[in-house]
């Protein structure tokens, strides 16, 4: 069968004999990647016109970046076609100096002694490029022409051996297949860490020489269109892994698992797991650091499609103790399970946490500036006198005077009381509540000075019923102090009766009332 599919393509279908059911294969259409799984980008560049000249403005460059059997190839040409000119040019100089005919003649001085055709010139270039020296044949002092192409083969040489050798060189110890040996995850997963929905795969080191300052970064490719009506393709997004937290710097020593927290800022936040049928993007995953060997910087890629990213599972633990060392299993590195996960996006999740409940009914609470602008009215005040005086009695006349003159004063200290948190006030407009104590007010006289108590109004409802309110007045309220006590008087620091304080006259005329 899986031959048959090579021949006539994936969408081969098979059709069992009795033709009741015809079986396709579930084979998904292949997507093309932006790179591929083992880091390669799938980007070609083509029409370039006149840009190709920038290549040989970059010849060493241009070298290491081919391919070996290129790479190979030029090695060798060059230094093929190399020795051969140079022996060439030996030849040349034999033939028009006569050497070659007069080369068993032992009375002639030559060029080049022993050189007598091709060959021989050949063998002389490569014994004189390669410092060999066998002796044989030699340079002698009657062919100036050949002493300064000896000088110019040895530049050459010197040149043409340090340009190869070091693209060779630089080639056989690029970091590339030290990225061999790290690995990720076949799949990315989605599940929940600490409570929050995650992106998450994991990275490892083969080698047990570490990997210096590694650090990773994610980017988001997917085509999208912006507002003004702008076609994006490939539009590439930074995935968070720890930036700002110096989670991204890695200690790779053991297989790490990389983390990208999804919330309003990220670009998965209104992902789900039915959205994530219908997506298409593409999470590319480049891992940088420095080769402890070499110390040349070293880049990790790959990538993740929306059909690699598993939505409810988590990595299987690969790490375990032994006797005096942790070991990695690296058979379950690829390995996930499923986890309870919500379906649902953290998108969804956050306006769902932030409608009202309905069973929850709004109370209406009174904030600490309403509180503080309200005004406590004097003629609340005036009310209540007026109930006390219904119910114990009025003051004596000299009393009444003294306070009418400081009843100014007493609209101003009472004002002051709407600016306390612990204090509510009352308008002429709103039901009158429990007084309950008096503070002292000092009150500035002609004689003397009165300390008058003003109203503190305690923490109570502000729904009473108008029975409720009868009531209340009815009770008997706390008295007005008349005393004329000043502020440092120590019956007040001693806690002792202002009463005591007072005159003969004034205190009999209080026992009357």
């Not at 040019?89 to 050189?115: F, K, Q």
């Not at 008349?482 to 008087?489: D, E, G, I, K, N």
Request: proline letters at 5%; a positive charge; charged letters at 20%.
């Amino acid at each position: 069968m899986a031959a048959l599919r090579r021949k006539f393509g994936e969408d081969y279908q098979v059709v069992n004999t009795n033709r009741a059911t015809t079986f396709s294969a579930p084979v998904k259409k292949k997507r093309q990647r932006f790179v591929d799984k083992n880091g390669r980008c799938n980007v070609q560049h083509g029409n370039l016109g006149g840009e190709s000249s920038r290549y040989l403005s970059d010849l060493f460059t241009t070298l290491v970046d081919l391919k070996w059997r290129w790479n190979m190839l030029i090695f060798l040409l060059t230094y093929t076609i190399a020795w051969l000119v140079m022996a060439s040019m030996w030849w040349i100089i034999a033939y028009i100096r006569g050497d070659l005919n007069h080369g068993h003649d032992a009375s002639y001085t030559p060029c080049v002694a022993n050189v007598y055709n091709f060959p021989s010139a050949f063998l002389f270039f490569i014994e004189t490029e390669a410092t060999i020296g066998y002796g044989y044949r030699y340079i002698t002092e009657k062919c100036p022409e050949g002493i300064i192409l000896f000088l110019f083969q040895s530049l050459m040489g010197s040149i043409v051996d340090a340009f190869l050798i070091g693209c060779m060189f630089i080639k056989m110890s690029q970091p590339k297949k030290r990225a061999e040996t790290l690995m990720f995850s076949q799949d990315a997963v989605i599940s929940q860490r600490d409570g929050k929905l995650c992106l998450m795969f994991r990275v490892g080191n083969l080698r047990n020489s570490h990997m210096v300052s590694a650090q990773i970064r994610c980017k988001l490719i997917k085509s999208r269109q912006t507002p003004e009506g702008e076609f994006l393709p490939l539009d590439q997004c930074e995935l968070d892994v720890g930036f700002g937290t110096g989670a991204d710097q890695l200690f790779l020593v053991s297989p790490l698992t990389i983390c990208h927290e999804i919330n309003p800022k990220s670009p998965f936040f209104d992902l789900s797991q039915r959205s994530l049928m219908n997506e298409q993007f593409e999470i590319v995953v480049i891992l940088e650091g420095i080769v402890e060997t070499t110390g040349m910087t070293c880049q990790a890629r790959t990538s993740y499609t929306e059909d690699e990213v598993l939505w409810g599972h988590r990595f299987l633990p690969v790490m375990s103790l032994e006797e005096g060392f942790f070991r990695v299993d690296y058979s379950q590195f690829h390995i996930t399970f499923e986890v309870p996960t919500p379906a649902y996006s953290v998108k969804e999740y956050e306006e769902k946490n932030s409608l009202p409940s309905p069973l929850s009914t709004p109370t209406r609470t009174e904030s600490h500036g309403a509180r503080r602008d309200r005004v406590f009215s004097v003629d609340c005040i005036n009310t209540s006198e007026e109930r006390r005086g219904g119910t114990g009695g009025r003051l004596p006349s000299k009393l009444q005077r003294m306070s009418s003159s400081g009843k100014e004063d007493l609209q101003r200290k009472v004002l002051l009381l709407s600016s306390q948190h612990s204090e509510k006030a009352c308008s002429t407009g709103d039901l009158p509540l429990k007084l309950q104590r008096l503070s002292s007010t000092q009150v500035s006289g002609p004689e003397n000075r009165l300390n008058l108590k003003s109203v503190k109004v305690g923490f109570e409802p502000m729904t009473q019923s108008t029975g409720d309110l009868y009531q209340q007045s009815l009770l008997p309220t706390p008295t007005l102090s008349t005393a004329p006590v000043p502020m440092h008087s120590p019956l007040l620091s001693a806690g002792g009766r202002p009463e005591d304080n007072l005159p003969a006259k004034l205190r009999k005329m209080n026992a009357d009332r």
